[in-house]
T-cell receptor
Framework: DADVTQTPRNRITKTGKRIMLECSQT?????MYWYRQDPGLGLRLIYY???????NKGEISDGYSVSRQAQAKFSLSLESAIPNQTALYFC??????????????FGPGTRLTVL | AQSVTQLDSHVSVSEGTPVLLRCNYS??????LFWYVQHPNKGLQLLLK??????LVKGINGFEAEFKKSETSFHLTKPSAHMSDAAEYFC???????????????FGQGTILTVHP
């Protein structure tokens, strides 16, 4: 079984709809992240969480919200989807602590299309 | 603040010839550096990582990268390209402890590698 899973894998929705993307991990990592990938822009950080009670905005958080339900679960919501949120979304995890090297482990991605 | 610049958006090589993907970085604190690969319609896989232990880092599938602090570079190389190497490659920096970027990754824009028979 995959260590980091994302559901759904593909989603097509309409402008104005509320969408939730879910991420679960079995790696036991404290830190979780949400990114979006757009062609030619690499991956950009939306939100990150260093533990269950710690949630922080990334570089492109506008229009998104997150919930860390447990150590293993981190959900990303689009309250009112718009077409420029069409992208590939990745969840990632990493261990915590200052002695680590911040390597992140990625889920398979969710392809979201907003019409 | 930290940033990454991948100097080529596309690189095309013939099978069996060397691969060079160029990456320059900027970081205020001693960074960790990574190369990730993304095959078509797949997630991201870690190729290799630099964590200050050695400047020449060996990764999977015959790839390696050299950390050059004086040039702020972390170029990815492979002596002989294989058809299966065709993918998009991302150079990534993570800030060191003490900096505001600690624990967060900053991605380059990506380099698409094409391998011709």
């Amino acid at each position: 079984d995959a260590d980091v899973t994302q559901t759904p894998r593909n989603r097509i929705t309409k402008t104005g709809k509320r969408i939730m993307l879910e991420c679960s991990q079995t790696k036991g990592h404290d830190r979780m992240y949400w990114y979006r990938q757009d062609p030619g822009l690499g991956l950009r950080l939306i939100y990150y969480s260093f533990d269950v009670k710690d949630i922080n905005k990334g570089e492109i958080s506008d229009g998104y919200s997150v919930s860390r339900q447990a150590q293993a679960k981190f959900s990303l919501s689009l309250e009112s989807a718009i077409p420029n949120q069409t992208a590939l979304y990745f969840c990632a995890t990493s261990v915590g602590g200052t002695g680590t090297y911040n390597e992140q482990f990625f889920g398979p991605g969710t392809r979201l299309t907003v019409l | 603040a930290q940033s990454v610049t991948q100097l080529d958006s596309h690189v095309s090589v013939s099978e069996g010839t060397p691969v060079l993907l160029r990456c320059n970085y900027s970081s205020s604190y001693s960074p960790s550096l990574f190369w990730y690969v993304q095959h078509p319609n797949k997630g991201l896989q870690l190729l290799l990582k630099y964590t200050s232990a050695a400047t020449l880092v060996k990764g999977i599938n015959g790839f390696e990268a050299e950390f050059k602090k004086s040039e702020t570079s972390f170029h990815l190389t492979k002596p002989s390209a294989h058809m299966s190497d065709a993918a998009e490659y991302f150079c990534v920096v993570s800030g060191g402890a003490g900096g505001t970027s600690y624990g967060k990754l900053t991605f380059g824009q990506g380099t698409i590698l094409t391998v011709h028979p």
